[in-house]
């Protein structure tokens, strides 16, 4: 468990990366043309950062998943049944509306 958890923390820090060094019309911070030693255009950059981004997103949503099915198989309670119940019975008050002074 502790291992999808550290797998999943890295995946939300590529994927942060990955979104930020994309920026808007993939003008990000750095990935601009000319880079790669010159073996990708800024076509090419754009492109593989977005398939990327993509896979990334992918994985993280996936790992997800596998983690709340992993977290859910020990249990034999629901999410709703582990929230605190509300007793309806002990605040039979009506509110008070506060006076202006």
């Keep these: 468990m502790t291992t999808l958890i550290v797998i999943q923390l890295i995946l939300a820090i590529a994927l942060v990366i990955l979104v930020l060094l994309q920026g808007s019309d993939n003008e ?12 990708m255009s800024a076509r090419g950059s754009a492109n593989l950062l977005s398939r990327l981004t993509a896979i990334t997103a992918t994985l993280f ?22 929230l605190p119940s509300i007793n309806t019975e002990e605040t039979s008050e009506e509110p008070s509306i506060p006076e202006n002074n």
């Design 61 to 82: 949503m996936i790992m997800s998943v596998v983690l709340t099915i992993t977290a859910s198989v020990g249990s034999d309670r629901n999410v709703l049944e582990s």
């Design 28 to 39: 990000g911070l750095g990935l601009g043309g000319g880079t790669f030693g010159g073996m």
